[in-house]
């Protein structure tokens, strides 16, 4: 795992932005999974700034989102297929048939979940997913004491999670779906990398856990720590907690 440390979330977004540019550059076409949420809002908005300059295209890419809420209409804004479309359909080449997010609106919502596990392998995998990470320590919507092998799954949110998303649903709880399809954590581990970006001091203590705690369901996400190829973007509230970050800083340096 390597762990950026920035002084602002502009910075790290930056950062974040041109590694998956440099991987299209390697691998025209790659497969990104993709996290909604507030954390990405710079990173995408450096990657449609790009892309204007014509630096590279989503044209040939595949993109599957990490998660969707369960029985939302399908029209509603917060809707994370129309999030996803906002911040990245057409404004980056992607096209809306390339977009993939789990359907939220299913009958059979374990069938739907199984299928959408299914659809990223039958696509070769996911080379790059980006990721958020709830201050819970959640990464999609795995909340804590879900299985650390899961596959893509139907969850109740955390009313943490609850209390954090509201300010998507005019800060009105009642309002913030009880459910969601998330791609499972044994899903996302078999992203080729993972980008990781987690920004202001609510994510201090789950960053600390994800990066220096020892790996358990009660932090969803300190799972990272097993996978081969992590990067770890955070601005300096983020990484407040961390113990050791002059290392986390002589290793990034060392690139
Ligand atoms: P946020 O959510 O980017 O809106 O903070 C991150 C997450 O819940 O994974």
Known sequence: ?????????????RVGAEQIISLLEKKPGATLGVATGSTPDGLYAYLRAAYKEGRFTL???????????????????EAYRNVLRRQLVGFTGLTEE?????????ADPDAAAAEYD??????????LQ???????????????GISLASRTHRDALAPQTIRDNARFFDDNEAKVPRACLTQGIGT??????????????????????????????????TILQAHPSVTVLVDEAAASKLELVDLYRARWDLD
């Open 1 to 13: 795992m390597k762990v950026g440390i920035f002084e602002t979330s502009e910075e790290a977004s």
């Open 59 to 77: 044209a040939d890419s595949k993109a599957f989102a990490l998660d969707e809420y369960v029985g939302i209409d399908p029209d509603h804004p």
């Open 98 to 106: 390339n977009l993939h997010t789990p359907n939220g609106q299913a």
């Open 118 to 127: 299914q659809s990223i392998k039958d696509a070769g995998g996911v080379d």
């Open 130 to 144: 980006i990721l958020g990470i709830g201050a819970d320590g959640h990464v999609g919507f795995n909340e804590p």
């Open 188 to 221: 996302i581990m078999e992203a080729r990398q993972l980008l990781l970006l987690a920004f202001g001091e609510n994510k201090a203590e789950a960053v600390k856990q994800l990066v220096e705690g020892a790996i358990s369901s009660r932090w969803p996400a």
